[in-house]
């Protein structure tokens, strides 16, 4: 049975048109329960530690050019591309929290983000919208300034 949470995130997924699959994992994989297969979120709920990690990786594929996307396997490659996009995942991860409703500490929870998810929901909540500029370039989101004028 798939958990309230992990179906409120996958009905999301759907909506952003990030493509998803579950299904058992049998290989070791960068997150647990988590692989990249072509441009999709496989998920094995068996071996998922914690559901808000799929939002996360959800929000590295929904920040890459679509052409790339749908090319991504495995692990993320270490590229400039790649590690610039972490800030961007983070910021489309906490927006996607804000508009389904679910508990930023889901997502960034105190196993991951090498100890610093409290400082990351810390600027999240006093305004400091980590990679606004980066979301903006790939027309997801407007910052205060451009916000005012449209």
Known sequence: MISPVINTITQFLQF???GFAFRDI???SFLPGLELEDGKIIIDTKKLLHPGDIL?????LATLPSDIRCSVSGRLPDTDMHRSGELMALAWSYAAC?????DPQIVFH???YKGES???LQ???AGRYLAVPGLELRGMTYGKKKSRRT
């Open 56 to 60: 996360h990786e959800a929000g590295h």
């Open 118 to 120: 409290e400082n990351i």
């Open 123 to 125: 600027n999240f909540k």
């Open 110 to 112: 105190e196993h991951g």
């Open 98 to 102: 804000l508009f389904t409703g679910i």
């Open 16 to 18: 952003a048109g990030i």
């Open 26 to 28: 049998e290989t070791e």
